[in-house]
């Protein structure tokens, strides 16, 4: 963790325990990339938006998007518009009211040009998605969209005179058929398509608020007030229940969840069933979680939760009751690291990005490097904007690796760490015939050259991890013993990668042969390693005669990999009876076997 705290001017200051739980993300590769969270044991609460203009509802998505609604002229009828953290201004008024946003980054709200004139539901992907009378207030104007793009809203209609609001969706049209004097609001939506919501009706024998769903009917029937549902994907329903004492927030599956003798008001919960409430401290309005306890601790007044399934949680922040001068988070989710591409070298140079969207970077810091420049940009601490790490490989045929720690500025922190092997040829030695394959990254996809020494090979295979090449031949220059492999990419202006004493030319060598004696014309096998594939001679030195006498070679074999070699040849004719030396000479040397042979 990272012993520097960073200081950033605040309208407020909030500091919370948090335990987190998030989801990681894992970078596309090129060569070896780790990814891990760290989880900071200390949090800020960072601010989203302030200032001061009033803010209203903020609502949270999957990818840490926050929208809410924020008045831009402050007068009689307020003028609002619709805004988001990573989009700014999303709407430009007169009347744009509260935002709700899906995983796929569409925004709706509710628009008008008075405060109970026309009215109608926008969508800033789609356009207009209906346009009606206002219900009665905007407070009990409702919309909800799920991650599948429906959308559902309440919408008044008359029978006999009557009045009557319904829930309606842009997919089914109609969902709730109630009686005369019924008011169906506060809506709330799943992906799955259930719809919860907050129904009143002023007939004989009800006259109070309940919970009913358009799949299950009434999740509520009694006498007590309840309010402002929610319902997550497991169909889990909460909502704010009026009792003797004040209220309280209610599940469909654990019953009561709160016993404060207060007021505990506006849940939210999330598909891993963590629940988030404001509730009355006695003096000011603070955010609650049913996994983490209390969230805010202040003199202000914290309202209005929202939690994503990552469990930030978004909410409203005000010195008075019912003037919101801030919209907060918590920030649950670590800088995201990405790396980002190759260039051909060398010099090897990669590319990581580091960036945060919700509280913005704080820090960059090498952990560790090994064969490895890292040039790390100055940046202003809380940018949101990419700051692009270049690291560059220095010896291009040896391993290396950095480690890196990103953190924002609330310190939640991401370790990255990179690594590249050294080059590796398999197998190191060989002879005329041999075939080899050189393996790392970055070779690219079009083939270049392999020299061994001053050697060209040929290419057989070339891939970005691997190069397989067969030593056609030697050069004059190309004598036994280590040589250096060079390696060029295909491109104008790139060095080639040299790999030092990379790769052996071998000598022949004998191991055995039968029979060890024979007669004139009599086929023996000589068995040994790197005997080559073309071009292989034999001969036999009885050491009488002024020259030894070449054999007829009838048949050679060489496993192009380990060396492994086999020749089969004639005795030549013309030698004294007695032991011989026999000599194998290829393109690259010879060995001679002394004394290995008698001629009968």
């Known amino acids: 963790m990272m012993k520097k705290r960073i200081s950033l001017p605040r309208t407020f200051i909030f500091v919370v325990i948090l335990v987190l739980l998030i989801g990681s993300k894992i970078c596309p590769q090129t060569f070896k990339v780790e990814l891990n969270v760290v989880y900071a044991e200390e949090t800020t609460i960072y601010i989203v938006a302030s ?116 829930v309606w969706s842009n997919t089914r049209g109609r969902l709730t058929y109630s009686p005369e004097d019924t008011y169906n609001r506060e809506l709330a939506i799943n992906d799955l398509g259930e719809v919860v919501y907050q129904s009143y009706s002023s007939a004989p024998g009800r006259n109070t608020y309940d919970i009913l769903s358009t799949e299950r009917g009434f999740i509520t029937n009694d006498s007590s007030w309840e309010w402002n549902p929610d319902v997550n994907n497991s169909g889990e329903v909460v909502w704010m229940q009026e009792d003797e ?34 509730h009355w401290d006695g003096s000011d309005w603070e955010i609650f979680s049913s996994v983490r ?54 010099p090897r140079s990669y590319e990581v990005t580091c960036q945060d969207l919700e509280s913005g970077l704080g820090d960059i810091n090498v ?30 045929s040896k391993s290396s690796f950095f480690d890196v720690e990103v953190v924002d500025v609330v310190y939640n922190v991401t370790q990255f760490t990179v690594s590249s092997p050294s080059l590796s040829i398999d197998p190191s030695q060989g002879t005329v015939g041999t075939e080899f394959t050189i393996y790392g990254r970055g070779y690219g996809e079009k083939r270049g050259q392999v020299t061994v020494g001053t050697t060209k090979c040929k290419v057989m295979d070339w891939t970005d991890t691997s190069i397989t090449c067969q030593l056609k031949k030697v050069s004059s220059t190309t004598k036994i013993g280590t040589h250096d492999v060079a390696i060029k990419l295909k491109g104008k202006g790139i060095e080639p990668i040299v790999m030092e004493g990379a790769f052996s030319i071998m000598a022949p060598s004998i191991q055995d042969i039968e029979p060890d004696s024979g007669e004139v014309k009599e086929e023996i096998t000589i068995t040994g390693s790197f005997f080559g594939t073309k071009k292989v001679k034999v001969y036999m030195d009885d050491g009488i005669r002024k020259k030894p006498k070449r054999c007829k070679v009838t048949s050679v ?25 026999l000599t194998v000479v290829n393109k690259v040397g010879s060995h001679t076997d002394t004394k290995s042979f008698t001629i009968d």
């Open 293 to 346: 306890g209390q969230i805010t601790k202040n003199d202000v007044h914290d309202t209005d939760p929202h939690i994503n399934d990552f469990g930030e949680v978004t909410w409203l922040v005000g010195s008075e009751e019912g003037h919101a001068e801030a919209v907060m988070a918590t920030d649950g989710r670590p800088p995201s690291v990405e790396h980002t591409g190759t260039n051909p070298g060398p």
């Open 245 to 278: 004492e004040g209220w309280e927030i209610w599940s469909s599956t654990s019953g009561r969840i709160t016993f404060n003798d207060t007021y505990d008001y506006n849940p939210s919960i999330n598909n891993n069933g963590e629940i988030v409430w404001q």
């Open 557 to 581: 074999e060489m496993n192009t990999t380990t060396g492994e070699s086999e020749l089969r040849v004639l005795v030549p004719k013309g030698l004294n009876s007695g032991m011989c030396d």
């Open 51 to 166: 200032g001061k203009d009033y803010y209203l509802r903020p609502r949270i998505n999957n990818n840490g998007e926050i929208v809410w609604t924020q008045s831009i002229k402050i007068g009689f009828p307020p003028f609002y518009a619709v805004w988001s953290n990573l989009r700014g201004q999303i709407s430009s008024g007169p009347q744009d009211w509260d935002p709700d946003i899906n995983d796929s980054g569409e925004i709706i709200w509710r628009f008008g040009d008075g405060l109970f004139g026309e009215n109608g539901i926008w969508s800033n992907v789609r356009g207009l998605i209906y346009s009606g009378q206002r219900v009665q207030d905007p407070y009990y104007d409702t919309h909800r969209i799920n991650n599948t793009g429906e959308i559902v809203w309440n919408r008044a209609i008359y029978l006999s005179g009557r009045r009557v609001e319904e």
């Open 367 to 396: 952990i560790a490097a090994q064969n490895f420049n890292v040039d790390i940009p100055p940046f202003d601490v809380g940018t949101k904007d990419p700051v692009i790490i270049i690291v560059t490989k220095i010896d291009q």
